[in-house]
């Protein structure tokens, strides 16, 4: 995260997509400042806990 930081005009988007543990897959918007501040002060056991979070969002993807 430090590199998105520190050339945050480089990206349009930067997600990172889980399945979670309820099957239904979910994303972090790396480049949201609010999202970098909660991962970087996690001191959660599970990653699992970020992707069920109020910063997580669901993710759909495309059948076809």
């Known amino acids: 995260m430090v590199y998105l ?3 945050p ?7 990172s997509v889980s399945k ?3 099957r239904i897959y979910r994303f ?8 970098q501040t909660a ?3 996690f001191e959660g ?6 992707y069920n979070g109020a910063h997580s969002h669901p993710y759909q993807i495309a059948q076809v």
């Open 5 to 7: 930081k520190d050339y």
């Open 9 to 15: 005009d480089e990206f349009v988007q930067v997600l």
């Open 20 to 22: 979670v543990p309820s």
């Open 28 to 35: 972090l918007d790396l480049l949201g400042k609010e999202t």
């Open 39 to 41: 991962i970087e002060q």
């Open 45 to 50: 056991d599970h990653v699992d806990e970020l």
